[in-house]
């Protein structure tokens, strides 16, 4: 761990000469690239040198409580040595976690789709729950939302939601919520009070950039149609929805919310290159896969990962046991603490699996 602490240490000061250098100052670009990567290394410093101060006062004192000769001086000495080991092993534990290998795509913004699953019109009202616990939850974090293509049942359900989330490590955040979502509650229409159980699948997706994925027009079949659903001024007016067919994998992408034929065309795009990173990373990328494993959970869609239950108001992550009795904020968006839980125990898992190293 030392070796690794020196080597970023050694970094940091180097970047921060090189920013004052003269044919990095008048280079905005190559400033703003150098100040980016000191930025993510000045955590780690800060940390390193902070340790390091107080190793130092830790080996000072142990080193007189073992050779001095005056009892008072020698007392004192072993109370130093009592009261700072166990910050020196916090200072340490912080360090460890600060050297954990980060995502690359954690700092990205996402595309989350939500589809109802078994259920009916239950599962697809639990699809409306999860997109607005989503949103709320990004409204909370300063986040942007910006709905891509939604599929509604006309009584409040949702079939399938996609929308794209942007701001401060989304990705990093939300990628914990890939999987099957299940909800236990009495339905509206249940005259017997009998609670029922259905489900909702949720997809996490970076977002990838056009360098990241490259698309051959030649390999696209794009179609217009009339937008159809329920009501609005540009709806069975113009022939505004275009569905994006990806020939080489299968995918097809359908957007028609907006009334401009270019801006469906582009959302549909903006889908398409993420699912296909998704794709690149879950087939080709075999230690990508490998590293999932080892997080907290798979990311898997077929996982059951959390599961709602209405009449107790409780919340329960099945991958890290976690249970809390606060339903009513939580799918209004209060999701920090779920969140957090799970970012600590995948950070430990990953402590864990460094340190057999």
Known sequence: MLDKLETVSNMFETLTRNLSDPSVTSNPAEYQKLAKKRAEVEPVYNAYQS??????????????????????????????????????????KELRFLLIPKDADDAKNTIVEIRAGTGGEEAALFGANLYRMYTRYAER??????????????????????????????????????????????????????????????????????????????????????????????VNTTDSAVRVTHIPSGIVISCQDE?????????????????????????????????????????DRSERIRTYNFPQQRMTDHRIGLTLYKLSAIVEGDLDEVIDSLIEADNLKKLASTSSE
């Open 259 to 299: 009334k401009s034929q270019h801006k469906n065309k582009n959302k549909a795009m903006r889908i398409l290159r993420a699912k296909l990173l998704d794709n690149a990373h879950s087939e080709q990328d075999k230690s990508r896969a490998e590293n999932r494993r080892s997080q907290v959970g798979t990311g």
């Open 141 to 234: 974090r300063g986040w942007k939302c910006e709905v891509m293509s939604i599929s509604d049942t006309g009584i409040g359900g949702i079939k399938e939601a996609i929308f794209s989330v942007e701001g401060k490590d989304v990705y990093g955040r939300l990628k914990y919520e890939s999987g099957v979502h299940r909800v236990q509650r009495v339905p509206a229409t249940e005259a017997s009070g009998r609670i029922h159980t259905s489900a909702a699948t949720v997809a996490v997706l970076p977002e990838a950039e056009d360098i990241e994925v490259q698309i051959d027009e030649k390999d696209l079949r794009i179609d217009v149609f009339r937008s159809s659903g329920p009501g609005g001024q540009s």
């Open 51 to 92: 340790f390091r101060e107080l190793k130092k006062r830790f080996d000072d004192a142990e080193e007189m409580q073992k050779n001095e000769a005056d009892p008072e001086l020698r007392s004192m000495a072993q109370e130093e040595v009592l009261s700072l080991k166990p910050e020196l092993e916090r200072k340490e």
